[in-house]
């Protein structure tokens, strides 16, 4: 592919490391000219040490259920187009874990909390670390009346290369359950980062009746600017799609700011009913960042100015010793402190006794046993569902729980 360079696009070396830490320029500025020559996926590419963030990529899938209300109101829809639009509307407020990649590791951020929140104590978006094989992450947020029962979190690095995140939050007192993988194909083009999410979550609603409702979610593309200012930024791109097994279709278009027109953060959305129903759809706009509105109506559709509520996980002491937070406690603590030279060699043990662990597997002609999910080849959802909407990929790979999380 032909890539049309315009020099007065590209900052001088003076603007590119104005937010870079002086000790870090020249890893910086390296970094990025071995970024700009680089053709292919970015994987075999690392990020210098004062772009990483101290929490590893294992944790990101919290974002989902930073509003654990929201989480839960999707059961109280009294019908379907009302539950469509609970899902659609709680997707749009919180979340879900949307990958950054400088490498095939990860800068992320929601479609609120994920993608715009820059990491308050360490400044714009981080890289966070890239999770090893087998590494876990355990939350949950506690039982309220306005939410019902607890909701719980289970997630698992289920494979390293390429990097893939399993996860699954329940409020089973609800009878809502999210299931889902991640990971992420990335590139280099015109001065950003390109993304291509691959993966996708399946919703289920347990309904009164004893039915189950699902929803096929599908993932949108990123784009990372800001690369040149070491200051990242991320902006949604393409379409993702939120399919229900009632019929009920939300299509999201993200459109986002370009180089010399648009408007950062903006979306429309496209509700539409199964075929049978003659009713007009609905149509939201606005930005997910802040708020949105009902085209028709004008009525508020979303608003991400309420508080959101982290994940409540146990203290490191109690953890085991592949939990993320146990497992990345020094390199964390390095670089909280500014202390890069102790996170890089503690990350460089934990890294070297993983490679290690893969050829001693290879000798002995064992394979890495998943705790708590199973690879499937292909996610009868996903097909069953994708065909309403002529979903692309048509099949696609998933993980299914094993129902053996610690708060089973």
Known sequence: MHVCRIPDRTPSLSVITQAVPAAQKGSWASFLKSLAGFTGDLSSMTAPPFILSPTSLTEFPAYWCERPELFAKIADGKNEEE?????LRWFIVITFPLVICVNADVLQSTLKGQYTS??????????PLNPVLGELFYGYWPA????????????????????ITAYRIANEEKGVVLTGHNAQKTSFSGGSIIVKQVGHAVLTVRLPSGDVEEYLI????????????????IELTDTSYIQSSSGWLSQI????????????????????PPAHLYRQPHVIEGTWHS??????????????????????????????EWE???????????????????????KSRI???????????????????????????SCPTYERLGKLFSVNPPTEDGYDYLNNGPHT
């Open 291 to 320: 708020t949105s509105r009902d085209v028709r109506t004008g009525a508020i559709f979303h608003d991400v100015t309420t508080p959101k509520e982290e994940v409540t996980v146990a203290p490191i002491g109690e953890q085991g």
């Open 144 to 163: 309220t009346a306005e939410r019902g029962g607890k909701t719980t979190l289970v997630v698992e690095q289920v494979s390293h290369h390429p990097p």
């Open 218 to 233: 599908t993932l949108p593309r990123l784009r990372i600017d800001g690369l040149w200012y070491g200051s990242p930024y």
């Open 351 to 377: 890294e070297n006794e993983q490679r290690q662990r893969r050829r001693d597997e290879l000798s002995a002609g064992t394979k890495w046993e998943l705790k708590h999910f199973k690879h499937i080849e």
């Open 118 to 127: 820059r990491n308050e104590s360490m400044g714009s978006e981080k890289k």
């Open 324 to 346: 993320s937070r146990r497992l990345w406690n020094v390199v964390a603590k390095g670089i909280r402190d500014g202390d890069f030279d102790t996170a890089a060699k503690d």
């Open 83 to 87: 539950r469509a639009l609970a899902v």
């Open 253 to 272: 278009d993200y459109k986002g700011k370009g180089y010399f027109s648009g408007k950062s953060h903006s979306f429309k959305a496209t509700v539409t």
